[in-house]
């Protein structure tokens, strides 16, 4: 039989001797998986959290704390190698627009200490009332070449922050397009926004301490254009073929243990926010198909 010709049902077989579990997981009626008698499905357990882990500037993929640490590297929780590149060093700090730190690339990230920072202006719409400064003020400058949409993450270290984007020629001139803070009671704090950028337009970001009094502490910022997320496409290859099987197969072990560049969340083909068992059958009737 022809590649092209195996029927659904053999690639589900295919797929259920594979997975975890190995082969005494049985296709079963209406292409249901169901287990001989005695046997359990493995259940979903609490796993560590996974982070971006970096050595240098290499990303070594989805790793827990511990087996960062084991390596002597930096964690980033929540990110992976994908949407993250490894901290560049920024110098002095840029506290004010005319010093604003040139982001020439995306993905870029930065992790920089403001606690020395000075105050500046403009406070930003959403700060505490009657204040005419922000508070431990630095800011990053980007022009995109093309039109994309832009996700930008600020992480505040043991400190209330805020984030003002501003889009235009010069800071003098630009007009505030988001203001971010999220207010927490206390601890770390993360602001994340989305938006459409402009080809040529120049976006400003200003980052400090909400309110009056200064402060200001450790802070990761990362702006990053994501690659839409494809169902199903493993190898990032822009389908869905057979040469993904493998690959996603391998994702149901967890994203702890995937190490490939391409998204692990490609596996959610049922689109719930996990990769389980119940992804097989989407993930077999996407085969054949390209991503939008």
């Known amino acids: 039989m022809a590649a092209g010709t195996v029927s659904r049902a053999a690639v589900i077989y295919l797929l259920s001797v594979l997975a975890p579990g190995g082969p005494g997981l049985m296709a079963g009626r209406g292409n249901e998986l169901v287990l001989p008698d005695g046997a359990g499905l493995p259940r979903e357990s609490a796993r560590a959290a996974t982070g971006a882990c970096c050595i240098g500037n290499e990303c070594l993929g989805p790793r827990t704390e511990e087996d960062c640490g084991v390596l002597m590297g930096y964690w980033y929780e929540g990110f992976d190698c994908t949407t993250f590149v490894c901290l560049?060093?920024?110098?002095?700090?840029?506290?004010?627009?005319?010093?604003?730190?040139?982001?020439?690339?995306?993905?870029?990230?930065?992790a920089i200490y403001t606690r020395w920072a000075l105050p500046g202006a403009p406070p930003g719409t959403c700060n505490k009332a009657g204040v005419t400064q922000m508070q431990n003020d630095v800011w990053f400058v980007y022009t995109p070449p093309q039109a994309c949409s832009v996700e930008l993450t600020v992480a505040y270290g043991l400190y209330n922050g805020l984030t003002v984007v501003r889009a235009g020629p010069t800071c003098a001139t630009s007009i505030e397009i988001f203001c971010l803070n999220a207010d927490p009671p206390d601890g770390e704090d993360r602001d994340t926004v989305?938006?459409?950028?402009?080809?040529?337009?120049?976006?400003?970001?200003?980052?400090?301490?909400?309110g009056a009094?200064?402060?200001?502490g450790m802070t990761l910022f990362l702006l990053q254009a994501p690659t839409p997320r494809c169902p199903g496409d493993m190898n990032c290859d822009g389908r869905i073929t057979f040469t993904d099987i493998d690959l996603f197969v391998e994702s149901l072990g967890g994203e702890s243990a995937w190490v490939h560049s391409c998204r692990w969340l490609n596996a959610d083909c049922n689109r719930d926010g996990r990769v389980t068992f119940a992804d097989i059958d989407p993930f077999v009737a996407l085969i054949g198909t390209t991503c939008p």
Not at 213 to 216: A, T
């Open 213 to 216: 009094n200064s402060g200001g």
């Open 88 to 110: 560049v060093e920024t110098g002095s700090l840029p506290e004010d627009h005319s010093r604003a730190y040139p982001i020439p690339s995306l993905p870029f990230s930065a």
């Open 194 to 210: 989305s938006f459409p950028a402009a080809a040529g337009t120049t976006y400003w970001f200003q980052i400090g301490k909400w």
